[in-house]
């Protein structure tokens, strides 16, 4: 039997405290009215940006387990989500439930979480770059950070102009992916940054500023992809998506900057959840 509503797989690691993964994954989709279905990555007590001595479990095993019982049975999904891996293992298996589980009108969206700010993530290691460029080849969209879209290329990660952005999202494309979405561009005046978009099928580049706050929280990342994720599934046009995801982010942004509230906790996303189904109150989406 059909669902009444869209099914999607959040393959995704689960944060006990500080925002982001899960946390921030299924109240997003679920706001968006797609009906999530979590296979857990890893279990961590906090996030991993800004927390020291955090508990880190690998779940590889367990998510075996609940692959095979989702065979079992007969589970079908209108998408496809992936972000944070806790192994190269967990790669193998991600790639082989993409083969398993999609149709031909799902949407399959990996976001190749490996590192920021030039840098690889604490649980990362070189060996996940090779395994995230062939999981990358799996999708239909991917959201890069510009350091993450770096190391998927095996370009040294750094401050890069616009026209090297669009040559980097060509390049990603050629890996598989139809839709090439690029965020934390550094705007050629230095402050901000911009999200630059690639569809390949229609040659075309979109860009949205993103207003500069002077604050970074962790989880962002995870935020901006649910949205992205849940609007395409919605059968928002790339452009549009890109629009409302930069838009939430920002709203979450303001919502807690200006209290004096730890950054490394993440944003205050339950205080503007409900904004996620209010019209677009404009467009700020440019082609370039």
Not at 7 to 36: E, K, N, T, W, Y
Request: aromatic share 8%; with cysteine; charged share 15%.
């Amino acid at each position: 039997m059909h669902s009444a509503v869209q099914r999607i797989a959040a393959i995704h690691d689960l944060s006990g405290f500080g925002g982001g993964s899960l946390s921030a994954v299924v109240p997003i989709l679920s706001a968006l009215g797609i009906q999530v279905c979590a296979l857990p990555t890893a279990l961590l007590s906090t996030h991993t940006g800004g927390f020291s001595g955090f508990h880190f479990r690998d779940l590889t095993e367990d998510m075996r387990c609940i692959i095979s019982h989702w065979k079992d049975l007969g589970l079908y999904f209108d998408g496809i989500y992936s972000g944070f891996l806790g192994s190269a293992e967990q790669i193998h298996i991600v790639r082989d439930f993409i083969t398993t589980f999609r149709k031909q009108s799902s949407l399959v969206v990996v976001d190749p979480v490996l590192g920021d700010d030039g840098q690889l993530y604490e649980t990362m290691h070189p060996q996940m770059i090779k395994g995230m460029r062939e999981l990358t080849a799996c999708a239909d969209v991917i959201t890069p950070n510009l350091t993450e879209a770096a190391l998927l290329l095996g370009h040294e990660p750094g401050p890069v102009s616009t026209p090297i952005v669009k040559d980097w999202a060509r390049d990603l494309s050629s890996l598989g992916p139809e839709r090439i979405i690029i965020t934390s561009v550094p705007e050629n005046h230095g402050s901000g940054t911009s999200v630059i978009a690639y569809d390949k099928a229609n040659e075309r580049f979109w860009k949205v500023a993103c207003p500069y706050i002077p604050a970074c929280y962790p989880g962002t990342g995870d935020i901006f992809a649910s949205v992205i994720t849940g609007s395409l599934l919605q059968g928002d046009s790339l452009p549009l998506s890109l629009d409302r995801a930069v838009q939430f982010v920002s709203l979450a942004i303001r919502a807690t900057f200006g209290h004096n509230f730890p950054e490394r906790e993440g944003v205050f996303l339950e205080r503007v959840l409900p904004s996620l189904n209010a019209p677009v109150s404009m467009s700020s989406f440019e082609l370039i």
